[in-house]
């Protein structure tokens, strides 16, 4: 989930950690997952951002998002695969188990273990109640702990103010159906 919430949106006031190859140098350092003087380029932190957004396409689609539409989706597999293929998992297996690691190291190594993750949690058979939050702009990733699976919202903040936007515009609709206009 720490890659995922690397954007800058919602309540949350975080800022973009991948906007640029320093800004996501300075997140792996910060993550103990690169080295001082490891080489990250532009086109890594461009693509950290499309891994990123594919990534929360899914976790909305969990979610329920109404704004994900069945293409929207399609589209964010279909980038999802092509990342899988250009960042191939290994299995390592030790007498105490076996896990997936990235084939390769450095920043392609990063997006190997980001998709190594997913493929865990989807054998463990919890990667549904990995969400992003439904609140436009959040999308905050979190994992749902509800006993019946059905948060949408990251937290209380996030379905408030998504509760009173709904509240409002319910509201505006009634005044126009009861203002002057209407006869």
């Known amino acids: 989930m720490q ?10 006031r975080l800022p973009e950690r991948f906007g640029s190859a320093q800004d996501l140098h300075a997140w792996l350092l910060e993550k103990a997952m690169g080295s001082e ?7 890594d932190a461009a693509s950290a951002r499309e891994l990123r957004e594919a990534l929360i396409t899914v976790l ?12 929207v989706l399609a589209e964010a597999e279909r980038y999802l695969r092509h990342a899988a293929s250009r960042y191939p998992l290994v299995t390592v297996v030790t007498a105490s ?3 997936l690691a990235p084939a390769q190291t450095g920043i392609p190594g990063l997006f190997g273990t980001v998709l190594a993750n997913v493929t865990e949690l989807a054998q463990a058979g919890v990667w549904d109640r990995v969400r992003a939050c439904r609140h436009q702009p959040c ?10 699976r059905t948060a949408v919202y990251c937290g209380t903040k996030c379905g408030s103010r998504e509760s009173m936007r709904a509240y409002r515009k319910r509201k505006k609709a009634l ?4 203002g002057p206009s209407s006869k």
């Open 3 to 12: 890659f995922v919430n690397t954007h800058p949106a919602g309540p949350h």
């Open 37 to 43: 003087t490891a080489h990250v380029t532009e086109a």
């Open 60 to 71: 909305l689609a969990h979610s329920g998002d109404k704004d994900t539409t069945p293409e």
């Open 175 to 178: 005044a126009s159906d009861w």
């Open 139 to 148: 999308h905050f990733g979190f994992f749902d702990r509800t006993r019946n």
């Open 97 to 99: 188990g076996a896990s």
